[in-house]
């Protein structure tokens, strides 16, 4: 069975930082990508960052130059630094990863998301 487990959220003042982590396990194959998305209350599940196998990041305008998405491959894990962080930011973070995974003899290719954590960004 393919977990993927989030750590690292919590409450930190405006121009704070936080840095959130996600690990996978299980009969995983092989792991394409993989990034991190936020819902906050009352909005739909949207893109924060992505990574790819290669390295490549993608990131929403509204993140880009605060924060930084890295993966390390042997640990299948992949982080979320994110600094000068905003109220705006406030939103509960999901880790999601697309790999390739085992059950027996069968194999299959799709998406899986974490749990979610809190981020609160709040004076």
């Known amino acids: 069975q393919v977990r993927l487990v989030e750590s690292g959220g919590g409450l930190v003042q405006p121009g704070g930082s936080l840095r959130l982590s996600c690990a996978a396990s299980?009969?995983?194959?092989?792991?394409?990508?993989m990034g991190w998305y936020r819902q906050a209350p009352g909005t739909q599940r949207e893109l924060v960052a992505t990574?790819?196998?290669?390295?490549?990041?993608n990131y929403a305008d509204s993140v880009k130059d605060r924060f930084t998405i890295s993966r390390v491959n042997a640990n299948k894990t992949v982080n979320l630094q994110m600094n000068s962080l905003k109220p705006e930011d406030t939103a509960v973070y999901y880790c999601?990863?697309?790999?390739?995974?085992?059950?027996?003899?069968?194999?299959?290719?799709?998406?899986?998301w974490g749990q979610g954590t809190q981020v609160t960004v709040s004076s």
């Open positions: 299980g009969s995983i194959l092989s792991i394409y990508t």
């Open positions: 999601n990863a697309d790999l390739l995974s085992s059950r027996g003899a069968m194999f299959s290719v799709r998406g899986y």
């Open positions: 990574i790819t196998t290669s390295g490549n990041t």
